[in-house]
Nanobody, 117 residues
């Protein structure tokens, strides 16, 4: 089992940058596929980015491609989401997700990102 704690959210101006972190505790971090999702008020939770457990291949939603970068530091059991050129529509609660090799999923508590115009 893994526990996830997000941090780094806050208020940022449109066009600015922010880096989110997700620290994992528990065993097997290197075997998990990690992802970021977000949920804006009144909307469903949506996929943002993913980094695969094998090979570290990354995938991004079209809405953030070219602006956001996801990375992982296995030694620190942490994944990051570098958010550049943020837009008002990036405002949401951002959640970290871990998926085990057998498909079991875990979620963090979320961190709020608010983009001001």
């Amino acid at each position: 089992q893994v526990q996830l704690v997000e941090s780094g959210g806050g208020l940022v101006q449109a066009g600015g940058s922010l880096r989110l972190s997700c620290a994992a505790s528990g065993g097997g971090f290197s075997t998990y596929t990690m992802g970021w999702f977000r949920q804006a008020p009144g909307k469903e939770r949506e996929f943002v980015a993913q980094i695969r457990r094998l090979g570290g291949t990354t995938y991004y939603a079209d809405s953030v491609k070219g602006r956001f970068t996801m990375s992982r530091d296995t030694a620190k059991k942490t994944v990051y989401l570098q958010m550049n050129s943020v837009k008002h529509e990036d405002t949401a609660v951002y959640y970290c997700n871990a998926e085990s090799p057998v498909g079991r999923g875990y979620w963090g508590q979320g961190t709020q990102v608010t983009v001001s115009s």
